[in-house]
């Protein structure tokens, strides 16, 4: 059974927006009952695909709080309380230069070999002027951590 099926005393407001939630755990599931290897290279975009709905949700937990004030604020923290959004993340959002972040693993330094944020904070321009200057072709592709393709603010 769905867990938010399970859920009371929710306040005011979660029954309008339970359907879409229910569609974001729907997909998770979906995820999760794929069959794969442990050692392929399948796994890791399976846990892409984990996060890129995790971020999505949060997403539209955020755009209804901040954006579009269509949530009260009680609603809004009942969602967090019970991990319908990442607190964190939301948290980053909110701050100038971080509104397109997909995830926090990505500006944590210790997470890369060099100390510095993932290669997919860096403006899509700013790799293309780098690789023009050097003579080749831009190389990035995707984050590995998250499988993004580019989430710099400037972009």
């Not at 099926?5 to 997909?27: Q, T």
């Not at 070999?113 to 050097?134: D, F, M, N």
Request: with cysteine.
């Amino acid at each position: 059974m769905s867990s938010i099926k399970r859920i009371k005393n929710a306040p005011e407001g979660f029954d309008k927006i339970s359907s879409v939630l229910l569609e974001f755990e729907k997909r998770l599931d979906e995820v999760q009952k794929e069959k794969e290897s442990r050692l392929s290279a399948k796994s890791q975009e399976k846990l892409w695909k984990v996060m890129q709905i995790h971020h999505e949700r949060s997403l539209y937990i955020f755009k209804l709080y901040y954006k579009r004030k269509l949530i009260s604020r009680d609603l809004y923290q009942f969602l967090i309380k019970n991990k319908f959004g990442d607190k964190h993340l939301i948290a980053k959002w909110r701050k100038q230069g971080y509104e397109k972040l997909c995830c926090l693993r990505c500006i944590q330094s210790d997470e890369t070999v060099h100390g510095k944020t993932c290669i997919c904070r860096v403006p899509r321009a700013q790799l293309e002027l780098e690789a023009e200057k050097k003579g080749t072709d831009v190389t990035f592709k995707q984050c590995v951590h998250c499988g993004c393709r580019g989430c710099a603010s400037t972009d």
